[in-house]
């Protein structure tokens, strides 16, 4: 089992930073370990924004938060972050980390979700 707490959602203007945050907690020793976030905009389906593999330290990133975002992790806290800069109303939705522990990399997973609102 592993357990995911997102905070950090906010309103902020168009062209700011935010910073999500997400702690973590059980069974992350795994060596297939991914932690990924994923959002979901109204009317719009969840998509996935960024992930962080726990063995190498690669990540990933969807081409339109590219240059923008970085995912990254803090051990001594158990918690992985989502630092966001130059944001777009676009960006604006809940945004969700989850959590994938097995060889075929599906996200099993997932916290309660943040909301990031985007103000133009």
């Known amino acids: 089992q592993v357990q995911l707490v997102e905070s950090g959602g906010r309103l902020v203007q168009a062209g700011g930073s935010l910073r999500l945050s997400c702690a973590y907690s059980g069974r992350t020793f795994s060596r297939y370990f991914i932690m990924g976030w994923f959002r979901q905009a109204p009317g719009k389906e969840r998509e996935f924004v960024a992930s962080l593999s726990w063995s190498d330290g690669n990540t990933y990133y969807t081409d339109s938060v590219k240059g923008r975002f970085t995912i990254s992790r803090d051990n001594a806290k ?34 309660q979700g943040t909301q990031v609102t985007v103000s133009s």
Do not use: F, H, I
Request: hydrophobic share 25%; glycine share 6%.
């Open 78 to 111: 158990n918690t992985v972050y989502l630092q966001m800069n130059s944001l777009e109303p676009d960006d604006t939705a809940v945004y969700y980390c989850a959590a994938s522990t097995g060889p075929k990399r599906t996200y099993d997973y997932w916290g």
